[in-house]
């Protein structure tokens, strides 16, 4: 029995190959392009939400510092909280904000202005008593509750990121399924072509 390697089996082989060549070529810059929407999310949940809770959790700690110094004087850090909070601030307005969050965050500075004022106004006033500090106090827990917001708004991005990766993830797994069955059925085809076709 003769086998038929003609010009025509040759053009089919020469197209199956192109096929094969397009189709690896294709699925890579689709990987490629899911790879790097994977990377640019993970990189997204560390600078742009678990930094900006690191800052939401740190500016925290400072203004239960501030709670604790309003009532026990005695109790006074050796720095000044309103520069370290002032500092974070600016630091977070660095990530990258959702609307929603700009809008909270733009408010938290209105509380933060608010309470400084109330601060240098007590200063100011030769009143030291209670009063004065439970103004400080309520603005303190102003400050807290923009803060919660902003930390809900993290935890909330951060579950939307990954979300978005793990569909990625799992487009690239199915594509990845459907070029194995491609290549196996090229490989088959081919088979086919050079093994089974005899002359007549």
Excluded: C
């Excluded at 089996?9 to 689709?30: C, D, E, M, Q």
């Excluded at 929407?37 to 510092?65: A, G």
């Excluded at 520069?83 to 609307?99: F, G, H, M, R, W």
Aim: charged share 25%.
């Amino acid at each position: 029995m003769r086998w038929n390697f003609g010009i025509w089996s040759i053009t089919k082989a020469v197209l199956s190959l192109i096929v094969v060549f397009l189709l690896v070529l294709a699925t890579h810059k689709l990987d490629k392009s899911h790879f790097s929407i994977v990377q640019q999310s993970f990189t997204s949940v560390y600078n742009d939400r678990l930094t900006s809770k690191d800052h939401i959790y740190k500016i925290s700690r400072l203004l239960d510092l501030e709670k604790v110094s309003l009532y026990t004087p005695s109790v006074k850090p050796n720095y000044s909280i309103q520069d370290s909070i002032n500092t974070l601030v600016t630091e977070y307005a660095q990530t990258q904000l959702t609307p929603i969050e700009e809008q909270k965050f733009n408010q938290l500075q209105v509380e933060l202005d608010e309470l400084y004022l109330t601060k240098a106004e007590e200063k100011l006033s030769a009143e030291t008593g209670t009063l004065a500090n439970s103004q400080v106090m309520n603005k303190i827990i102003d400050v807290l509750d923009e803060l919660d917001g902003l930390a809900e708004i993290q935890m909330r991005e951060a579950k939307r990121e990954m979300e978005k990766s793990n569909r990625i993830i799992e487009s690239s797994n199915m594509i990845s399924g459907f070029e194995m069955g491609a290549f196996a059925l090229i490989g088959v085809i081919v088979f086919l072509m050079f093994v089974l076709k005899p002359l007549e």
